[in-house]
């Protein structure tokens, strides 16, 4: 599986971006895509993720701001960010997990898409 990321970049504060991510190579029916982000000096975070049957989870810190949603039939998962914060800033990760069972998966990373948010 082959991760595309795209949509990051320079915002002001209270502002918006939409990330997407476009799956490629093999797909599988039972997977999870989702987004993580790493500032400087931090690990990096789930920000949210979506199984291939819809269902959702946020961290706290984007909740009811950053919806994510995927297109099943593109292979593709998107998230909407709105007011965006400085807090925000960091390296945005497009993951996919193919699920093998509920202890097993594999895990595939895109390259990663800077979003910074200043004034």
């Known amino acids: 599986v082959q991760l595309q990321a795209s949509g990051g970049g320079l915002v002001q504060p209270g502002g918006s971006l939409r990330l997407s991510c476009a799956a490629s190579?093999?797909?599988?029916?039972?997977?999870?895509m989702g987004w993580y982000r790493q500032a400087p000096g931090k690990q990096r975070e789930l920000v949210a993720l979506?199984?291939?049957?819809?269902?959702?989870n946020y961290a706290d810190s984007v909740k009811g701001r950053a919806p994510i949603s995927r297109d099943n039939p593109r292979n593709t998962v998107y998230l909407q960010m709105d007011s965006l914060k400085p807090e925000d800033t960091a390296i945005y990760y497009c993951?996919?997990?193919?699920?093998?069972?509920?202890?097993?998966?594999?895990?595939?990373w895109g390259q990663g898409t800077q979003v910074t948010v200043s004034s």
């Open positions: 190579g093999s797909s599988f029916s039972r997977n999870v």
């Open positions: 979506i199984t291939s049957g819809g269902t959702t």
């Open positions: 993951k996919y997990r193919r699920i093998i069972n509920s202890d097993v998966g594999y895990d595939y």
